[in-house]
Structure formats: structure tokens, C-alpha cells
């Protein structure tokens, strides 16, 4: 067995969206980068939906998915279909547009923006097998080569299962979430061309959206304990069938009848560890949420470039500890808000929308914070108290003409999601 040894100022462990930015984003400031991944860019289920943030910083890094001759859609927002009702539409904030793409596509645009620097050299086919402070030893399947690469700091970018994260004692249990069921289908049934489609009012959300001109992406989230949908088309299309317009229906009717779909599950595992001196975590490695708001690749994006400016891992910590947990518990938050049926929440979700339908300023600092360009928890705290605020006038005018006991149970509820919010955004 041969141990060639290299060496490096960084070495990345993962080559997927996040990895591929992270060495862009070091190997732009001049730092000799190794990227090492076993696998070329993958078509499994995943993100697909990039906000104007994370969108933002592929060009800053000179990534053209235009000059790339990579397919993708613009995305000018969201349109969220409560219940069957006429849509409310949640453009990004001054016209900014955010991008619809195949994620293994945009990952070969990534890695041949890679190939332009001389500093950069990725090991493909090599799987990292041991992390240490100061380097990485990785090996190729059969086991027959090893690698050992030398490096100050160590990158994990090596998504929810991260050996890095492991190396560092971190826990790498997730709470299952549930289930998320992916086809392609024409995008003349979208309901809404050009934003990302939010149908509320199945068994769980379905997000649909265009990632190309002649292709659009649905994703149809099925809960933990309907696992069975997952392989019974048509048990899934009854389930969904009251949530979505004729023509998604039978689009998706169609896209099952192909074959079956592909599938992902949905996990928790918080945004808390980011590292220690000489190893660092970037996206899904430092923790991972439900992809409703799709803002998995653009806040392990915004580690990768803030990674790539700090002078320590510590610095790095102290500054994305409060900025990544804002889009986590905004995305883990609404998920729940639009899912759940206990007391309270059912009239807390009918204020969000109406203070949708009815004032700009709230659809402007929701889609702030949901385009991950507001990252303070205070902005968040604003945003659910006047969530609240609105909740809780409601529920008193609804007082005066049903049951004391419903009043009652909406104000218990009320005091739940506070205490949910107290406890989660406000520990420090
Ligand atoms: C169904 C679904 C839909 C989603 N939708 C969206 C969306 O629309 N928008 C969005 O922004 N996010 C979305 N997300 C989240 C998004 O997919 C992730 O946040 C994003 O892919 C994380 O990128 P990453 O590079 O950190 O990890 P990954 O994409 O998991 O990449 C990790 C890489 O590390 C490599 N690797 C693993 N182990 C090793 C090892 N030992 N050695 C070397 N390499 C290794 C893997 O081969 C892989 O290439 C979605 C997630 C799911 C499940």
C-alpha cells in the first residue's frame, strides 16, 4: 500500500455544494486548498432551491451558471397556497432573484470554477477515513491507496453523516422529522411560474418549482408516521389530492406513473458546534433542519465565506453561532406552524396569513429572514411577536360568538409556541 503524503493550508472534506464553495471562497484568498470527495456530483433528492444570498455569493465567487451552460429558472419568491385559497405571493425584498437548479449540476459548475485556480487540487475518489488536528488521511474504495494530506485547518463539509463532526465528539444524532417525496414534472403545472409554489393543506407542505426551462421540481412531504405513501402512489395522490391544483395533480399522477420517486428524509440536528482550533464544520455537517425554506446551501454558504475571512475557528464560531440558528429555527418554526393541529396553532397560522395578505412590511421581513439576509434574533423576535400580537386580537374578537373552552385552548396554545420561542431563540 502506497501513503503518499501532501500537504495544504486547507484541506475540505466533502466536494458538495458547501465543500465546492468553502475551497472556492479559500482558494480565492490565495490559500492552497485540497478538496477530497469519493463521489462525482450525484442526481439523489436535494436542495434545488438557492435564495438570493447564496445565489449572491456564487457570483461573487465567479461562478456563472449562465456562462457555465448550466439549465436552471430564475425564483422571484414565493407563493404560498394556504388551504385551496387564492395564493399569497411573497416576492424577495427589492426584486432580488433567487435561482431553481439541479444541485448535481450546480456542483460540476462549482468544481470547474475550482479547476481555474492552480492552489486548488482535488482528490476525487477518495473517501476521508481519518481526521486528526494538522490532516486528513483518505483512501479510495478498494482500500488500495491512501492519502494522508497535511493541513493547518481541517474543513468538514462532509454533509449529515460527517466523519469530521465525529472526529470532533460531536453528536450526529438527528430527531426524524419526516419524509420528503421528489418527481420532475412539466413546469407549464406549476400554479405560479416563477416562484417557488407552497401548498398547504395535505398531510404536509408541497413545495414545487422550476429548475430549468422545461423542468420543475416537486417536493411532497409525507409525515414520519405515513411512511407507507412513500411507495403507494396512489395512496399518496388521495392523501394530497385536496391541496393541489388539477393540472400538479396529474402532472404528478403522471411523474409516479414512470416510476418510483425519489426519496429523502427530513432531520433535525441543531446548529450549535461549528469546531475547535484546526478543524471547522461548514453546512449539513454543522447541523441540518427541514427543508421548507430552503436554506440549507445558502447558510452553509455564508459559513463557508465567513470560514474563509476569520483568523481562528473561534472567531468563526462567535460569529455564525446566532446568524445560523435564525434560518433554522425560522424554517423549523414555520414547518410546525403549518403542519400542526394543537390548540393555538391552527389560529396562529391564520394570522400569518392575514398579516401576509395585509401588510407589506410583514411580507418584506418574513422574506428578509427567509432569504437569510436578517439573521438577528431580534429581527425574528419582532417578526413572532407581531405574529402573536395579530393572533391574539383575533382569538378575542372570535371570543365574543364560540365556546369558552376553544378561547381558552387558543391562549394556552399561544403560550406554548412563546414558551418554544423563549426557549430556543433567546437561550444563549
Ligand atoms: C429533500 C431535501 C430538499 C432540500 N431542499 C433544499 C433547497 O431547496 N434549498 C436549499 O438550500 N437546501 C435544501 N436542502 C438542504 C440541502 O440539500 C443541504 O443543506 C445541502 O445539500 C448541504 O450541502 P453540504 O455540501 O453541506 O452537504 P452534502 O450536500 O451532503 O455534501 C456532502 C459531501 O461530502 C461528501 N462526503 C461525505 N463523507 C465523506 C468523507 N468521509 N470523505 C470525503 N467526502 C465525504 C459526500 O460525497 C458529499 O459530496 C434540502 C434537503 C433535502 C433533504
Redesign the pocket.
Known amino acids: 500500500m502506497r501513503t503518499p503524503e501532501r500537504t495544504a493550508d486547507v484541506v475540505v472534506?466533502?466536494?458538495?455544494?458547501?465543500?465546492?464553495v468553502t475551497a472556492l471562497a479559500f482558494a480565492k484568498s490565495g490559500r492552497r486548498v485540497c478538496l477530497?470527495?469519493?463521489?462525482a456530483?450525484?442526481n439523489r433528492?436535494?436542495?434545488?432551491?438557492?435564495?438570493p444570498t447564496?445565489a449572491g455569493i456564487l457570483t461573487n465567487l465567479g461562478v456563472s451558471l449562465t456562462e457555465a451552460g448550466v439549465e436552471h429558472a430564475p425564483g422571484h419568491g414565493f407563493a404560498i397556497f394556504p388551504n385551496g385559497e387564492s395564493p399569497i405571493v411573497l416576492p424577495y425584498d427589492g426584486g432580488e432573484r433567487g435561482i431553481g437548479v439541479r444541485?448535481h449540476l450546480l456542483?460540476n459548475a462549482v468544481r470547474a470554477a475550482l479547476a481555474r485556480y492552480e492552489n486548488v487540487t482535488v482528490l476525487s475518489g477518495?473517501?476521508?477515513?481519518e481526521v486528526a488536528r494538522g490532516g486528513v488521511t483518505?483512501v479510495t474504495p478498494d482500500r488500495e491507496t491512501t492519502v494522508r494530506v497535511a493541513a493547518p485547518l481541517v474543513v468538514g463539509?462532509?454533509?449529515?453523516?460527517?466523519?469530521v463532526r465525529q472526529a470532533l465528539g460531536y453528536s450526529t444524532s438527528c430527531r426524524p422529522l419526516s419524509y420528503?417525496v421528489?418527481v420532475l414534472i412539466d413546469p407549464a403545472a406549476l400554479p405560479v411560474a416563477d416562484y417557488g409554489n407552497v401548498l398547504l393543506g395535505g398531510p404536509g407542505p408541497v413545495?414545487a418549482f422550476r429548475v430549468g426551462a422545461n423542468q420543475a421540481r416537486v417536493?411532497i412531504d409525507v409525515p414520519a408516521d405515513r411512511v407507507a405513501w412513500v411507495r403507494n402512489p396512489a395512496e399518496l395522490l388521495a392523501a394530497y389530492r385536496p391541496a393541489l391544483p388539477v393540472a400538479l395533480h396529474a402532472a404528478i399522477a403522471d411523474a409516479l406513473a414512470l416510476g418510483p420517486p425519489q426519496v429523502?428524509?427530513?432531520q433535525l440536528l441543531p446548529r450549535r458546534a461549528y469546531g475547535r482550533t484546526g478543524i471547522a464544520l461548514?453546512?449539513?455537517?454543522v447541523g441540518?433542519c427541514h427543508?421548507l425554506c430552503?436554506?440549507?446551501?445558502?447558510?452553509?454558504f455564508l459559513d463557508a465565506m465567513t470560514l474563509a475571512t476569520c483568523r481562528s475557528v473561534e472567531e468563526y464560531t462567535g460569529l455564525r453561532r446566532t446568524a445560523g440558528r435564525v434560518p433554522e429555527l425560522l424554517s423549523m418554526g414555520l414547518y410546525d406552524l403549518f403542519v400542526g393541529t394543537d390548540d393555538g396553532t391552527p389560529e396562529l397560522r391564520a394570522a400569518v396569513f392575514h398579516l401576509w395578505r395585509t401588510s407589506a412590511a410583514a411580507r418584506r421581513d418574513t422574506m428578509r429572514l427567509l432569504a437569510v439576509r436578517e439573521t438577528r434574533r431580534a429581527a425574528l423576535g419582532v417578526t413572532f411577536a407581531r405574529l402573536l400580537t395579530v393572533a391574539s386580537r383575533q382569538v378575542a374578537i372570535g371570543a365574543l360568538t364560540r365556546p369558552v373552552s376553544r378561547t381558552l385552548g387558543a391562549v394556552a396554545g399561544f403560550g406554548r409556541w412563546a414558551g418554544w420561542f423563549a426557549r430556543e431563540a433567546l437561550a444563549r
Open positions: 472534506v466533502g466536494g458538495g455544494p458547501v465543500g465546492c477530497i470527495d469519493p463521489d456530483p450525484s433528492l436535494t436542495g434545488e432551491w438557492l435564495h447564496g444541485q456542483v477518495y473517501r476521508v477515513a483518505a463539509a462532509d454533509g449529515r453523516q460527517s466523519i420528503m421528489g413545495l417536493c429523502a428524509a427530513n461548514v453546512g449539513d455537517a441540518h427543508p430552503a436554506v440549507g446551501m445558502s447558510v452553509g
